[in-house]
């Protein structure tokens, strides 16, 4: 199956879903969608997180470059776009 992109824009503060880091890759991994969230019914739980605003995510090897993209992610201004591959 073909890879598919999709741009999620988020007004809101909260984005209301789930990241997890998958270490040995370092990517960003989708966990759950909570039904409120502007990603519900467009990104499903497994779906990668490769961009902000359209800049790439490059792979985040350890604890601290996760904890480093968090803050990114919480103190970027919205409306905010993340990209996503599933």
Do not use: Y
Not at 1 to 18: I, N, P
Not at 73 to 85: D, G, H, I, K, N
């Amino acid at each position: 199956m073909a890879t598919v992109r999709v741009d999620v824009t988020f007004t809101e503060q909260r984005l209301r879903v789930q990241l997890n880091l998958q270490q040995v890759q370092g990517s960003v991994q989708v966990d759950r969608v909570e039904p409120q969230s502007a990603a519900h019914g467009r990104v499903t739980a497994g779906a990668t997180l490769v961009a902000v605003n359209g800049t790439p995510i490059r792979p985040l090897m350890g604890r601290q470059a996760w904890v480093a993209f968090c803050e990114r992610v919480r103190e970027t201004p919205r409306p905010m776009t993340l990209t996503f591959e599933q």
